[in-house]
């Protein structure tokens, strides 16, 4: 049984930074595309950030030069490290996993950018 669970999240200041972490398990995590994704209340889900199986980045224009997305195939992990925090980067922050017809979905944790 695939398993994504996230990690990292909380309140956070603005201008401050925070690492958040997903920990997959149950499936082969190097052949899987990465992602993050957030929900806003009353929005949308939007992508956030991904990273292929070769480690290739795309970034939504909002959190480009803020937000850095890595992954670690050896402790089946994908990060998204975030900085410069906007109280609009406040959301709810997925992470999403994907192999050909295949994707899994994590259970999602909160990030509040707040003074």
């Known amino acids: 049984q695939v398993q994504l669970v996230e990690s990292g999240g909380g309140l956070v200041q603005p201008g401050g930074s925070l690492r958040l972490s997903c920990a997959a398990s149950?499936?082969?995590?190097?052949?899987?595309?990465m992602g993050w994704y957030r929900q806003a209340p009353g929005k949308q889900r939007e992508l956030v950030a991904s990273?292929?199986?070769?480690?290739?980045?795309n970034y939504a224009d909002s959190v480009k030069g803020r937000f850095t997305i890595t992954r670690d195939n050896a402790k089946n992990t994908v990060y998204l490290q975030m900085n410069s925090l906007k109280p609009e980067d406040t959301a709810v922050y997925y992470c999403?996993?994907?192999?050909?017809?295949?994707?899994?979905w994590g259970q999602g944790t909160q990030v509040t950018v707040s003074s």
């Open positions: 999403h996993a994907a192999y050909i017809t295949r994707d899994y």
């Open positions: 149950g499936m082969i995590f190097s052949v899987h595309d």
């Open positions: 990273i292929t199986t070769l480690s290739r980045e």
